[in-house]
Nanobody, 121 residues
Framework: QVQLLESGGGLVQPGGSLRLSCVASGNIFSIYAMGWYRQAPGKQRELVARITSDGTTNYADAVKARFTVSRDNFKNTVYLQMRSLKPEDTAIYYC???????????????WGQGTQVTVSS
């Protein structure tokens, strides 16, 4: 029905940068919010960054000033630019979207499969 496909993860050295992308496709009427969560081994999934359709953003304190979330509404795509990466940023990063499916009066949350980000020397 709706698919979220992430790309851009990988292995990077401390202090390096990565850019994640996520494209939403399928039976989409409109998208309210898109964002990123992450889950490190043995930890709960946590919000990293989120952006709404009007451009309002919010970030986890741990990534403020290092990560930037943006979106292209025409392409149904959200990006996460990550800079000054630290080993503690190592996690699986999941794309998420709160959107309206055609024919549904209420929005629903959808998740991608996740992409691994590893920060190590």
């Amino acid at each position: 029905q709706v698919q979220l496909l992430e790309s851009g993860g990988g292995l990077v050295q401390p202090g390096g940068s990565l850019r994640l992308s996520c494209v939403a496709s399928g039976n989409i009427f409109s998208i309210y919010a898109m964002g990123w969560y992450r889950q490190a081994p043995g930890k709960q999934r946590e919000l990293v960054a989120r952006i709404t359709s009007d451009g309002t953003t919010n970030y986890a304190d741990a990534v403020k000033a290092r990560f930037t979330v943006s979106r292209d509404n025409f392409k149904n795509t959200v990006y996460l630019q990550m800079r000054s990466l630290k080993p503690e940023d190592t996690a699986i990063y999941y794309c998420t979207s709160n959107l309206y499916v055609h024919g549904s009066p209420d929005p629903s949350d959808f998740w991608g499969q996740g992409t691994q980000v590893t920060v190590s020397s």
